[in-house]
């Protein structure tokens, strides 16, 4: 079992930056990969970016490539989610998710735990 609290949201405006954090409950977390997804009002949860258990690997949407950057911190049960150059287009809720296997996971069905989410709003 994983339990999962993100943090880090907050109001900010457009060309600004915000570092998500999402810290993991359970000893097994540096087992899982993470990912973060976002999902704006009226619109389906979509993927924004992934990180393998290790960190060696990682994988972003191309909406967010060259902007955001995921990493994490094994020693510390966390996942981030560095965000630049925010757009009106990226306010949504995001969540941070963590699924039972090693490498890159891109689909929100192959999670096996989601946060609470946390809410970014970028005005314009």
């Known amino acids: 079992q994983v339990q999962l609290v993100e943090s880090g949201g907050g109001l900010v405006q457009a060309e600004g930056s915000l570092r998500l954090s999402c810290a993991a409950s359970g000893r097994t977390f540096s087992s899982y990969a993470m990912g973060w997804f976002r999902q704006a009002p009226g619109k389906e949860r979509e993927f924004v970016a992934a990180i393998s258990w290790s960190g060696g690997s990682t994988y972003y949407a191309d909406s967010v490539k060259g902007r955001f950057t995921i990493s994490r911190d094994n020693a510390k049960n966390t996942v981030y989610l560095q965000m630049n150059s925010l757009k009106p287009e990226d306010t949504a809720v995001y969540y941070c998710?963590?699924?039972?296997?090693?490498?890159?996971?891109?689909?929100?069905?192959?999670?096996?735990?989601w946060g609470q989410g946390t809410q970014v709003t970028v005005s314009s």
């Open positions: 998710a963590a699924a039972g296997r090693g490498g890159i996971v891109v689909s929100k069905g192959e999670y096996d735990y």
